[in-house]
């Protein structure tokens, strides 16, 4: 039963520890700015990361023997917090929040020797990535730490997805024997449990940029630790657990690049926008739960017998891609699954009409566009 203990010491500690934060922060006057993006309205605190971080930092200290990893995961993660904590106050400008989370992950590669030295990919090819292991463990240290953060838009949305991600991590090590690895997962989701208590909508406190730059980096080094030295393919279950903020941060950036914005300029077109103006905040946050849970469980599947996951991931894929289309979540004109299946749909119509209807073109031509 250690795995119960994990979840429930830091959700206690987490849940006691938010309300005093909310007292402070109404002194400090530390509230979530209203921009483009954001959705709620009044005066409300966005320190909760601080519980977060508190509890994670306490259990780990209980709970996990200390090394070089370890360590390059505290430290890292401590730099990312206080950069998070200091934006939260000030309002840093973004080339020093991006200076900062490089700091982090430079740190976390340096002093933790975490990085990603080889990738796994089917029918056991194995490519050895050499020099360029530093730059990809890098990118992706940097992309999963601002996913998490872009999601960050919805009461309960960023830290319910990264616990349901966390929870499923723990599971997958549970199968890979990697007990150093169930144990930060299950921490680090208590700690967010306790403070979801106060987050879910409509939320009385933001966990703010210390706590979503905080779990996006501790998450992505899970990651890389969980399934470097794995037998299955490395980086593709990491991926398909954070599918939600990796589909949304791409989309954003395809979104702003094709209308000629820059990548840091807010707006309202994210996944979980989109999904809210249809569904509402609640079923919003519900449905983002629920695929984040499905694309987990088929990671998870993946474990157990290969062939069925990869048909679930393929159907997912299909229909994650086509809500995009249809959303218009990147553009009205990216549509290249609907394209084809118009072009199908025209070329079935042309052969009816002339085999059963003997239609002339022109005649054909205008019934396909009725």
Not at 99 to 128: N, Q, Y
Not at 162 to 171: G, K, M, P, R, Y
Not at 178 to 190: F, N, V, W
Not at 259 to 270: L, P
Request: proline share 2%.
């Amino acid at each position: 039963m250690d795995w119960l203990k994990y979840l429930l010491i830091p959700l206690t500690m987490s849940a006691l520890i938010t309300p005093i934060l909310k007292v402070i922060a109404v002194k400090l006057e530390i509230y979530a700015q209203m921009n483009e993006r954001t959705v709620h309205s009044g005066k409300i605190v966005r320190i909760g990361g601080v519980a977060i971080y508190v509890s994670f930092i306490v259990c780990m200290a209980c709970f996990m023997k200390t090394d070089a990893t370890i360590n390059g995961i505290l430290i890292g993660g401590t730099i990312m917090f206080l950069g998070g904590l200091i934006d939260d106050m000030v309002d840093l400008k973004p080339k020093y929040k991006l200076a900062i989370e490089c700091l982090a992950a430079i740190v976390l590669m340096v002093v933790g020797k975490v990085s990603l030295d080889v990738i796994r990919l089917p029918f056991g090819i194995t490519i050895d990535m050499g020099i360029i292991s530093f730059i990809v463990t890098f990118v992706w240290i940097i992309g999963i730490t601002n996913a998490v953060n872009l999601i960050d838009g919805l009461d309960g949305l960023s830290g319910g997805i990264c616990a349901i991600i966390l929870v499923v991590i723990a599971c997958m090590s549970v199968v890979e024997a990697r007990l150093d690895i169930e144990t930060m997962s299950l921490l680090l989701a208590g700690s967010i449990l306790g403070f979801l208590f106060y987050n879910l909508h409509p939320a009385s406190i933001f966990m703010g940029d210390c706590g979503a730059l905080f779990l996006g980096f501790i998450i992505s080094a899970i990651s890389l630790l969980g399934f470097k030295s794995s037998t299955i393919m490395t980086l593709a279950l990491p991926i398909l657990l954070l599918a939600v903020p990796i589909v949304d941060t791409l989309g954003a950036i395809l979104r702003r690049k094709l209308s000629g914005h820059k990548f840091n300029e807010a707006d309202k077109k994210h996944l979980h926008h989109l999904l809210m103006q249809r569904f509402g905040h609640r079923n919003t946050v519900l449905i983002l739960y629920i695929v984040t849970a499905l694309f987990g469980f088929t990671a998870y599947l993946y474990l157990v017998n290969k062939g069925t996951g990869f048909l679930v991931l393929f159907i997912i894929a299909i229909v994650v891609e086509l809500f995009i289309e249809t959303s218009g979540m990147i553009s009205k004109q990216f549509h290249p699954i609907l394209s084809i299946i118009k072009g199908i749909k025209k070329r079935c119509l042309q052969l009816y009409h002339m085999i059963y209807k003997k239609k002339s073109q022109k005649e054909i031509q205008n019934d396909i566009q009725k």
